[in-house]
């Protein structure tokens, strides 16, 4: 029976464990020559532009030794009116699976619903649940550990915010998010997520009092794709919401600076945060990697 990775939450919390039992074994180098995608077609399909989505699944369907074939609608006949459903039955005749980055998380779910084959959720309005598997692998790494954690997530309720409050809900680690009013995490989510957790999901307004005694501080860009025409007022909300060396000062001695990439530097987190002592970003980004190749094992293999 197929599995699809449409939320964090689609998979429990002993397989995310075995999932990150398995990326820590590949990011060590374990398996070197096993190729367990050999004769397998991986889609790639791609609504928003990527950098670390694109070359973290190309490079690791590669390494597991499968083929990637990357897709834009304009490549496609989505681009002249074929129906999603359609393209779904259709690729389902010549993939072993797909991984969606797009806008609506619709597309996502009626791509799913209509394939026959596994579909993975590179990125939506609603989740990011790849980029979830990657931050707790980071937690994991620089922390050891993942119940008990204080987590805080200072910014926007977005995509990348929802999927971090399903990956504390399943895993056992506190969130405390800060944002300004009418900018929180989505209602059904949180919601969904607080009926289940044995945490604490907390959602308040001061940046200083959600990263209180942190042992990680997240945060990701103000204004996402497709959101330029809010840039401005979205900026002047969110001023009190940088993070820097003040609000650091809040958070355990031995705090670690989480984002998700790219950042804009200078906005929601200052260069001497990001390249300072705390940032772990760039293994975060390379986790990217590493659990995506043990997704992809999971659900194709």
Not at 131 to 153: C, I, S, W, Y
Not at 192 to 197: G, I, L, V, W, Y
């Amino acid at each position: 029976m197929k599995r699809d990775f449409l939320k964090l939450s689609d998979l429990t919390k002993s397989e995310i464990e075995t999932l990150l039992d398995r990326a820590t074994a590949l990011k060590a180098g374990k398996d070197t020559h096993a190729c367990p995608l050999r004769g397998k077609n991986i889609g790639l399909f791609f609504e928003k532009p990527s950098t670390r989505t694109r070359l973290s699944f190309e490079a690791g369907i590669f390494q597991l030794g499968g083929n990637a074939i990357c897709m834009t609608p304009d490549e496609l006949q989505l681009g002249r009116g074929e129906t999603i459903a359609d393209t779904a039955r259709t690729i389902s005749r010549y993939l072993n699976a797909i991984m969606v980055r797009t806008f609506s998380h619709a597309t996502v779910e009626t791509l799913a619903a209509n394939s026959t084959i596994p579909v993975i959720n590179g990125l939506s309005d609603l989740h990011h649940p790849c980029q979830a598997l990657a931050d707790v692998m980071t937690l994991l790494e620089k922390k050891g550990k993942l119940e008990g954690l204080k987590v805080a997530f200072i910014g926007d309720g977005n995509n990348v915010c929802n999927s971090l409050i399903e990956a504390a809900a399943v895993l056992g680690f506190s969130l405390t998010i800060a944002c300004p009013e009418g900018f929180e995490p989505h209602s059904n989510v949180l919601e969904n997520s607080r009926a289940f957790a044995k945490s604490e999901i907390i959602v308040l307004r001061d940046p200083k009092e959600a990263a209180g005694m942190a042992d990680a501080v997240y945060t990701d860009v103000w204004v996402s794709m497709g959101q330029e025409k809010e840039a401005e007022e979205k900026k002047k909300k969110f001023r009190e919401y940088q993070v820097n060396t003040r609000l650091l000062s809040c958070a355990k001695k031995d705090v670690i600076v989480l984002h998700c990439l790219p950042a804009h530097r200078g906005e929601e987190i200052t260069d001497e945060v990001l390249d300072g002592p705390h940032g772990v970003v760039f293994d975060q980004a390379e986790n990217r990697l590493h659990t995506q190749k043990a997704l992809l094992e999971m659900l194709v293999t």
